[in-house]
T-cell receptor, first 114, second 115 residues
Framework: KQEVTQIPAALSVPEGENLVLNCSFT??????LQWFRQDPGKGLTSLLL?????REQTSGRLNASLDKSSGRSTLYIAASQPGDSATYLC?????????????FGKGTHLIIQP | GAGVSQSPRYKVAKRGQDVALRCDPI?????LFWYQQALGQGPEFLTY????????KSGLPSDRFFAERPEGSVSTLKIQRTQQEDSAVYLC?????????????FGSGTQLSVL
């Protein structure tokens, strides 16, 4: 069974810092990995999707990397801003059979202090 | 519409009551998913539709949970005889491709509280 772990569970940093969120998964048989953002009381917004054949994706101040063989991904946020405060969720789409849909981690709760 | 719409936004039910949660996906999206998110946890997969066909319902926690998408657009998740452990946010998501490799678009969810 695919399991996804995110570290740290919570993070609080001053505005302007660069930061890294970590995600690991137990089975490398994946179609893709996605990073989502969830604001309180809201649904999820897809930030970046990395196909299994890709190594990284970038969007603005966000950069996500994927090392499928080691089962790891990182989300790098440059020059953090208070508006980046949210919960960040990592999810993989498993290609090894079984249930459809994504397997999510529990998320990293990020607070950017003004 | 512009995004995935879910209703109601909040639902309070007495234990044993039946509830129905609605999802309007983005127009033309083939794939539709339901997820359950408990407090402090990541979403967990419940069921998946491709058009009107329910291709995977392996995540439904019990036979009290039932989902349908009769015309391949709007979907309803029904929970019969609700229990306190059913309290969670129920999220609906849609995408334009048959399977995977495509960003999912999520609704804001229905927060269900069973008393």
């Amino acid at each position: 069974k695919q399991e996804v772990t995110q570290i740290p569970a919570a993070l609080s940093v001053p505005e302007g810092e660069n930061l890294v969120l970590n995600c690991s998964f137990t089975d490398s048989a994946i179609y893709n990995l996605q990073w989502f953002r969830q604001d309180p009381g809201k649904g999820l917004t897809s930030l970046l999707l990395i196909q299994s054949s890709q190594r990284e994706q970038t969007s603005g101040r966000l950069n996500a990397s994927l090392d499928k063989s080691s089962g790891r991904s990182t989300l790098y946020i440059a020059a953090s801003q208070p508006g980046d405060s949210a919960t960040y969720l990592c999810a993989v789409e498993y290609s090894g059979g079984g249930a459809d849909g994504l397997t999510f981690g529990k998320g990293t709760h990020l607070i950017i202090q003004p | 519409g512009a995004g995935v719409s879910q209703s109601p936004r909040y639902k309070v039910a007495k234990r044993g009551q039946d509830v129905a949660l609605r999802c309007d996906p983005i127009s033309g999206h083939v794939s539709l998913f339901w997820y359950q998110q408990a407090l402090g946890q990541g979403p967990e997969f419940l069921t998946y539709f491709q058009n009107e066909a329910q291709l995977d319902k392996s995540g439904l926690p019990s036979d009290r949970f039932f989902a349908e998408r009769p015309e391949g657009s709007v979907s309803t998740l029904k929970i019969q005889r609700t229990q306190q452990e059913d309290s969670a946010v129920y999220l609906c998501a849609s995408s334009s491709r048959n399977r995977g490799n495509e960003k999912l678009f999520f609704g804001s969810g229905t927060q269900l509280s069973v008393l």
